[in-house]
């Protein structure tokens, strides 16, 4: 399974674009790159997904560079409601199910 | 979208007594649940893999006999934490992905997560 690194913390104020960058050095072909956002006491929930260059939903973009060894989530215009634990993952359904192994995570806070 | 519930979403029980944690997956059919564990302030851990009609795969240092899992159905899975003690509490969660020909993207779908405090 692929290992990832993330960033621990990172702070913000409203309104701005924040980019979160992780690395997946070992990222294996069939491999997707999942970003979740997790709040206390809560499961964590999915943001976006991709395997290669831009994708792009209502909520977030997931750029990804060619060799895939890294990838890069960025939210448009922050707000307070978006603090919370950011997770990157890599995984895939090889063997038919996805298992996944969280990081560390990065913990957002955004300020006013 | 499909969407997972956990029961009780939170639970104080004894030490030495046994917790049961439901697992539902609500409009969508689970061949395969995960469950979690999570500390305060940490990432979420794997503990096993639970698949219907067959015994679940646990992680490493993940006692079996102690946590039980059983997946009777594709809509349910159930996480028995047996003999409680203090160090047993923590936030669980479960998860469930779709069958791979049902959806386009590799979507885990993750429950609210129930809350143990064994006492």
């Known amino acids: 399974l692929a290992k990832t690194t993330q960033p621990i913390s990172m702070d913000s104020y409203e309104g701005q674009e924040v980019n979160i960058t992780c690395s997946h050095n070992n990222i294996a072909t069939n491999d997707y790159i999942t970003w979740y956002q997790q709040f206390p006491s809560q499961g964590p929930r999915f943001i976006i997904q991709g395997y290669k260059t831009k994708v792009t939903n209502e909520v977030a973009s997931l750029f990804i560079p060619a060799d895939r060894k890294s990838s890069t989530l960025s939210l448009p215009r922050v707000s307070l409601s978006d603090t919370a634990v950011y997770y990157c993952l890599v995984g895939s359904r090889n063997t038919g199910f996805q298992k996944l192994v969280f990081g560390t995570g990065t913990r957002l806070l955004v300020s006013p | 979208g499909a969407v997972v519930s956990q029961h009780p979403s939170w639970v104080i029980c004894k030490s030495g007594t046994s917790v049961k944690i439901e697992c539902r997956s609500l409009?969508?059919?689970?061949?395969?649940m995960f469950w979690y564990r999570q500390f305060p302030k940490q990432s979420l851990m794997l503990m096993a893999t639970?698949?219907?009609?067959?015994?679940?795969?646990?992680e490493q240092g993940v006692e079996k006999d102690k946590f039980l899992i059983n997946h009777a159905s594709l809509t349910l899975s159930t996480l028995t934490v047996t003999s409680a003690h203090p160090e047993d509490s923590s936030f669980y969660i479960c998860?469930?992905?779709?069958?791979?020909?049902?959806?386009?993207?590799?979507?885990?779908?993750f429950g609210p997560g129930t809350r143990l405090t064994v006492t």
């Open positions: 409009d969508f059919q689970a061949t395969t």
């Open positions: 639970s698949n219907e009609g067959s015994k679940a795969t646990y």
């Open positions: 998860s469930a992905t779709q069958p791979a020909d049902r959806v386009l993207e590799d979507e885990q779908y």
